[in-house]
């Protein structure tokens, strides 16, 4: 058997492995090693495998990791997601659809400070649910909306899986954050246009909250202003070149962690933190070793070369090529989740991409481009059947909601994401402009 042959069928082996709910961990590095072992034996293996973990985790960049996991925890449990709504719901709760509307600024906010989505699906959930259902939203649009703005979590920089594909493909960190900005801001309106268009289609599923006076509004700014200054000063910091990525992950933790404890948290709730961090931490980390393993064997086999290949000499258009691997990743996104599909589908995915011509993008603008298409339809498949793991989160905060009411209100959200994709394909600009003009 070819060694292209061999790396497809492992390749098979590992989304079987998949499909029955082995982790993803384990099933990329029991992969890896069995392919590894068929082409060269145990004793290249066990070299290998003596110093791959320390060549992994040595690497400085990968410290923003549970740095930010840990700003997102106290974030997360810091109480900072209810003065966020408030706020966002005191400016625009009077429109029409205006309660979900804030929901979904608040989500974009609290993403800016977390970097989960499903930590923003969830925190955010419990502030906003209660408030959608006072103001008799509609089951669809109350739990839809939330759903769909938890993907916010990892859309809005800082975002842990963006910095992951900044390492896997050796990008810069903060180009990759400069570049989601844009892109995450245009979800977030996009979200809010999608509510727009829906409540006037269907007035009764999202009335107007009460005009607050401009002195209640000013109030409910007050409790927000320290959180949008660990904003600036985080992402201000990356996007100036004051701080380098990991400088401002542990100046933007400590920042949370101060208004954190100025909000109530306890140091039982901090233990809770550090454990929380320490799990993410864990399971991200034993995850890049899994995808070390099979990137490497993939690597032996030359199947992601010979792919790329065979791709750029088929004459297919590169934005046909681009559109297949978009449905790809629609497809895995039901079953899986986004940092897993980053970690499985690049070292496959990304060479093909950069051997084709789009747009005539050099090297890195190309990477980077691609990298925050993929971001965006990654989260996509947080919220589409039958296994939107947004979607089942919010569930569980509604349980009197059946589960297809919330599948049919992530509707207008999926059509929102639809038309920003192909916005970011064609226009890349949209995407690289930020970093043309602050780098």
Avoid at 182 to 211: E, F, K, N
Avoid at 231 to 253: D, K, M, Q, R
Avoid at 269 to 296: H, K, P, R, S
């Amino acid at each position: 058997m070819s060694g292209t042959a061999l790396g497809f069928s492992f390749f098979a082996l590992l989304l079987a492995l998949l499909a029955l709910r082995v982790p993803i961990a384990i099933a990329m590095l029991g992969t890896g090693i069995a392919g590894y072992v068929t082409m060269t034996g145990w004793g290249p293996l066990l070299n290998y495998l003596k110093t791959a973990a320390y060549a992994r985790y040595s690497v400085y960049d990968l410290s923003v990791v549970p740095l930010f996991l840990l700003m997102g925890q106290f974030a997360s449990r810091g109480g900072l997601s209810k003065g966020l709504f408030d706020a966002a719901n005191a400016l625009i709760g009077h429109f029409r659809g205006g309660v979900a509307m804030a929901a979904i600024g608040a989500c974009a906010g609290f993403g800016a400070i977390c970097g989960s989505s499903l930590a923003t699906a969830a925190t955010m959930g419990q502030v906003a649910l209660p408030e959608l259902r006072r103001f008799n939203y509609s089951p669809a649009l109350a739990t839809g909306t939330l759903a769909a703005g938890g993907t916010l979590g990892i859309l809005i920089p800082p975002s842990v899986v963006l910095a992951i594909y900044a390492i896997l493909t050796q990008q810069n960190i903060a180009a990759m954050f400069m570049a989601a900005f844009v892109p995450g801001v245009l979800a977030a309106l996009g979200y809010m246009l999608a509510i727009a268009v829906y409540v006037r289609l269907y007035p009764q599923s999202g009335p107007a909250g009460p005009r607050l006076a401009w002195a209640e509004r000013l109030r409910a700014f007050r409790g927000v202003w320290a959180v949008l200054l660990v904003f600036v000063i985080v992402i201000g910091g990356i996007y100036s070149g004051l701080f380098t990525p990991t400088e401002a992950a542990a100046i933007g933790t400590a920042a949370t962690g101060a208004l954190a404890f100025r909000r109530g948290l306890r140091w039982k709730e901090l233990v809770a933190c550090c454990y929380g961090t320490a799990e993410g931490t864990g399971m991200i980390f034993l995850i890049l070793l899994g995808a070390d393993v099979l990137n490497v064997f993939l690597a032996l086999t030359q199947m992601p070369a010979e792919l790329a290949t065979w791709v750029s000499q088929s004459g297919m258009a590169p934005l046909l090529v681009l559109f297949a691997v978009i449905v790809i990743y629609l497809v895995l996104g039901c079953i899986m989740d986004s940092l897993s599909m980053i970690l499985l589908t690049v070292p496959i995915f990304f060479p093909i991409i950069m051997g084709l011509d789009f747009f005539g993008l050099e090297a890195t603008d190309k990477a980077i481009w691609f990298g925050i298409i993929a971001l965006m339809v990654v989260e996509i498949g947080l919220i589409t059947p039958p296994v939107g793991m947004n979607v089942y989160i919010i569930n569980s905060l509604a349980k009197d909601i059946p589960m297809r009411e919330t599948f049919k209100g992530v509707i207008p959200f999926l059509c929102s994401d639809a038309l920003r994709i192909v916005l970011l394909v064609f226009f890349p600009i949209l995407t690289l402009g930020l970093v043309r003009w602050l780098t």
